[in-house]
Structure formats: structure tokens, C-alpha cells
């Protein structure tokens, strides 16, 4: 079944305590991206990746990392989260730049 | 930056009635737009698209509109049914581009 994958699905964490979310697909795809999702604000983008060692800043990079090593594989990473990124986070994918994208189930994500 | 945005936040419709959601954008660049679906606890899923050399497409019980004229686009539900109850985004992008910008969403309730 082709899926985008990440985890964990629920988090509650501290300020500073560094964490990563994972995102993995199993579609071949090119183009990855993360999202984080705010009341009344849609969905901004994060990060994204055309391919293995290729990433971009979205428009919302601040706080944030990524990596992109193997193509099915894109984690964010929080190196020291702090209370204003608890949001609800979603990992997507496609074939091309933009267009149909995959997205995983999400990852709630709370730091106190 | 420039903002997709959707008209109303919320949209309470009658089982069996047509639907219409809208949603304005302000970057007259932009040239590929799509509608996504949100599921209560889900990742959006693909709904439709056009492309800005297209008024009007249509799918399985949806139809969207472009009007780029007004800088406006529609999606229309046929017959709306209580699985359409879930929160709507538009989306666009520029050629060349490769981010997706998100309106902040309409949330459909479907009453019975």
C-alpha cells in the first residue's frame, strides 16, 4: 500500500530536549516536505526536498532541520524545541514539485 | 508573501444539496491550483486540480472553477454527503516554483 509514514504520531516533550520527527514513503518519490498545521493559519511549509541532498528552506524554516539521505526517508528534526512549535505536523510526498501530494497521518506534537 | 485564502471558515450544508466552497488567491503568477480534503484526524488527501489554462474541471461528484479574471477558484460538491463533512484547502503554486501555498481552510458540516 503506498503510504507516508511518521512518527511518532503523538509527542509531548519539554523546551530544549532536542527531538526528531520521522517521515518515510514507500512511492519512490522525488519531492518530500513538511508542513505544520495552526489553527486558522492552513497548513505553512517547513521544509522541502526535491531530492537525496537537496533541501529547501519553506516558509516557516526557523527552529527547524531536515536531512535528506536516502530518498524514502526525510526526518525534521527540533534541535531545541520551544512551546511556539507545538503544532500538528505533516510529512508529505509526490512525484513532482508540487501538485498531488501524499501527506502522512500527522505527528501532534506538544512541548511544555 | 502572497496568500491563499478561502472565503468563509466554515460551511454548514444540508445531506443531498450541492456544495460550493471558495477560496480567493492574490499571486496572479500563480498558474496550477488544487483542492485538498482534511479528514477529522487524517492528512489531506488530493481532491482535485487545474491548471490556469482551464476554467472548469471536473471529477467524480466535484467540479472546480477558475476564474482568473477575479483571482478566484471554486469547488463545487454535487450532492453532498455526510463523508464530505471535513475541512477544505485550496492550494497554489507557480511554474518553476516549488512550494505549495495553503489557504487556512473551510471547514464542510454535512447536517443529516
Known amino acids: 500500500e503506498a503510504q507516508v509514514t511518521q512518527n511518532p504520531r503523538y509527542l509531548i516533550t519539554v523546551t530544549g530536549k532536542k527531538l526528531t520527527v520521522t517521515c518515510s514513503q514507500n512511492?519512490?518519490?522525488?519531492?518530500m516536505s513538511w508542513y505544520r498545521q495552526d489553527p486558522g493559519l492552513g497548513l505553512r511549509q517547513i521544509y522541502y526536498?526535491?531530492?537525496?541532498?537537496?533541501?529547501d528552506k519553506g516558509d516557516v524554516p526557523e527552529g527547524y532541520k531536515v536531512s535528506r539521505k536516502e530518498k524514502r526517508n526525510f526526518p525534521l528534526i527540533l534541535e531545541s524545541p520551544s512551546p511556539n512549535q507545538t503544532s500538528l505536523y505533516f510529512c508529505?510526498?509526490?512525484?513532482?514539485?508540487?501538485?498531488?501530494?501524499?501527506f502522512g497521518e500527522g505527528s501532534r506534537l506538544t512541548v511544555l | 508573501g502572497e496568500n491563499v485564502g478561502l472565503h468563509l471558515p466554515t460551511l454548514s450544508v444540508q445531506e443531498g444539496d450541492n456544495s460550493i466552497i471558495n477560496c480567493a488567491y492574490s499571486?496572479?503568477?500563480?498558474?496550477?491550483f488544487i483542492w485538498y480534503k482534511q479528514e477529522s484526524g487524517k492528512g489531506p488527501q488530493f481532491i482535485i486540480d487545474?491548471?490556469?489554462?482551464?476554467d472548469k474541471r471536473q471529477g467524480q461528484r466535484v467540479t472546480v472553477l477558475l476564474n482568473k479574471t477575479v483571482k478566484h477558484l471554486s469547488l463545487q460538491i454535487a450532492a453532498t454527503q455526510p463523508g464530505d463533512s471535513a475541512v477544505y484547502f485550496c492550494?497554489?503554486?507557480?511554474?518553476?516554483?516549488?512550494?505549495?501555498?495553503f489557504g487556512a481552510g473551510t471547514t464542510v458540516t454535512v447536517r443529516a
Open positions: 499571486n496572479s503568477a500563480s498558474d496550477y
Open positions: 487545474i491548471r490556469s489554462n482551464m
Open positions: 508529505a510526498s509526490s512525484s513532482g514539485a508540487a501538485g498531488e501530494l501524499f
Open positions: 526536498s526535491m531530492n537525496v541532498e537537496v533541501t
Open positions: 512511492m519512490n518519490h522525488e519531492y
Open positions: 492550494a497554489e503554486n507557480m511554474s518553476g516554483d516549488y512550494k505549495l501555498s
